[in-house]
């Protein structure tokens, strides 16, 4: 009974270049959701995956941020030409079904562009 | 509370105490509310949630309260363990999305 774990939990990366973040949800979970933290800050919704629906992102701040989910199961958070706003935790959750209901959580990645 | 900026509002309460941490939600239209517990360095965890055609539900030593009216949310956590030292969000649902409060911070003092 694993969690949903993320990779890499850290990542600082020099501004202008691109981050890959993945998301391993909990097996079996057919939805799931990418969030960004700030600082002190409560969580922005980015994108979400159910099924094989067309993925929602209408969260996606810029067209420099891009997720993909392979499988129904791995999903990757791509940001192209990093800025150094875009530092903060990138978490992901998932859920049993469609809904929002008890989305579970991973520990995040916590980005650094410098 | 909501916050503004950086400057999440603060709960300070000694040990044994109870806690109520308060939340202001937008939209009449949401079915589904939820808190999470975030410690330092975690994800989100899962406390409660509770469904619109209530009004009252209650967990282990948590309990959510649901005023429609004022569209007002509460999370009551009895007798406050310094383990409950945390962040507390609340969150709506928008359709199939949580829309997060920014927080609380609670401070336990043993």
């Known amino acids: 009974g694993a969690g949903v774990s993320q990779s890499p939990s850290n990542k600082v990366t020099e501004k202008g270049k691109d981050v890959e973040l993945r998301c391993d949800p909990i097996?079996?979970?057919?939805?799931l959701y990418w969030y960004r933290q700030s600082l002190g800050q409560g969580l922005e919704f980015l994108i979400y995956?159910?099924?094989?629906?067309?993925?929602?992102k209408s969260g996606l701040p810029s067209d420099r941020f891009s997720a993909e989910r392979t499988g129904g199961s791995v999903s990757t958070l791509t940001i192209q030409r990093t800025q150094q706003e875009d530092s903060a935790v990138y978490l992901c959750?998932?859920?049993?079904?469609?809904?929002?209901?008890?989305?579970?959580f991973g520990p995040g990645t916590r980005l650094t562009v410098t | 509370g909501e916050s503004v900026g950086l400057h999440l509002p603060t709960l300070s309460v000694q040990e044994g105490d109870n806690s109520i941490i308060n939340c202001a939600y937008s939209?009449?239209?949401?079915?589904?509310f939820i808190w999470y517990k975030q410690e330092s360095g975690k994800g989100p965890q899962f406390i409660i949630d509770i469904r619109s055609n209530m009004d009252k539900r209650q967990g282990q030593r948590v309990t959510v309260l649901l005023n429609k009216t004022v569209k007002h949310l509460s999370l009551q956590i009895a007798a406050t363990q310094p383990g409950d030292s945390a962040v507390y969000f609340c969150a709506e649902s928008h359709g199939n999305k949580l829309v997060f409060g920014a927080g609380t911070i609670l401070r336990v003092k043993s």
């Open positions: 995956f159910q099924g094989n629906s067309a993925p929602d």
């Open positions: 097996s079996g979970h057919t939805a």
């Open positions: 959750a998932s859920t049993q079904g469609p809904g929002p209901y008890e989305q579970y």
């Open positions: 939209n009449s239209a949401s079915d589904y």
